[in-house]
T-cell receptor, first 115, second 115 residues
Framework: AQTVTQSQPEMSVQEAETVTLSCTYD???????LFWYKQPPSRQMILVIRQEAYKQQNATENRFSVNFQKAAKSFSLKISDSQLGDAAMYFCAYRRGGTASKLTFGTGTRLQVTL | EPEVTQTPSHQVTQMGQEVILRCVPI?????FYWYRQILGQKVEFLVSFYNNEISEKSEIFDDQFSVERPDGSNFTLKIRSTKLEDSAMYFC?????????????FGAGSRLTVL
């Protein structure tokens, strides 16, 4: 079974600084996708960034980027120039390739952004 | 931008009562999912649905749960006889078959409180 591990229950970053959230996963599949979702206090799940396993290039979305290390099965999220609105729970998620296969989430990292 | 819509946003019910949570997925999406998040815990997969049948279900999705797509737009989750431990946020998600990275789009969630 696939597992997703987020070893940091809580992280804190000062506004305008950079923070990295860790995620590791375990799979025997070669075709899969990785995601980071943000869950603000409203509890809606918002996609932050995604990565296809077959792509070597790390995904980037504005201030958000990932460090995808396929051999190490590591998928960390870097948030640059942190803003107060970045404060939320961040969930790493895995999905194997295929039709209806499900997302498997990690336990989440709560990010606090301080002034 | 297209949205997944969930109703009700919050429902309070007595233990043993039936509850139906409703979802309107994005109109051209073909795959549908329900997830559950107990307060303070991770997001857990319940069931996936494609081509008018269940594709996969978790061990949480026991005989008390059922899903239905009664018409071309709604996707419902029914809990026949609610228990205290069913109190959670329930998220509906949908996905089309052509999205490049197989992204699931989540609704804002339905909070269920069982008394």
């Amino acid at each position: 079974a696939q597992t997703v591990t987020q070893s940091q229950p809580e992280m804190s970053v000062q506004e305008a600084e950079t923070v990295t959230l860790s995620c590791t996963y375990d799979t025997s599949e070669s075709d899969y996708y990785l995601f980071w979702y943000k869950q603000p206090p409203s509890r809606q799940m918002i996609l932050v960034i995604r990565q296809e396993a077959y792509k070597q290039q790390n995904a980037t979305e504005n201030r958000f980027s990932v460090n995808f290390q396929k051999a190490a099965k590591s998928f960390s999220l870097k948030i640059s120039d942190s803003q107060l609105g970045d404060a939320a729970m961040y969930f790493c998620a895995y999905r194997r390739g295929g039709t209806a296969s499900k997302l498997t989430f990690g336990t989440g990292t709560r990010l606090q952004v301080t002034l | 931008e297209p949205e997944v819509t969930q109703t009700p946003s919050h429902q309070v019910t007595q233990m043993g009562q039936e509850v139906i949570l409703r979802c309107v997925p994005i109109s051209n999406h073909l795959y549908f999912y329900w997830y559950r998040q107990i307060l303070g815990q991770k997001v857990e997969f319940l069931v996936s649905f494609y081509n008018n049948e269940i594709s996969e279900k978790s061990e949480i999705f026991d005989d008390q749960f059922s899903v239905e797509r009664p018409d071309g737009s709604n996707f419902t989750l029914k809990i026949r006889s609610t228990k205290l431990e069913d109190s959670a946020m329930y998220f509906c998600a949908s996905r089309d078959s052509h999205s490049g990275a197989n992204v699931l789009t989540f609704g804002a969630g339905s909070r269920l409180t069982v008394l």
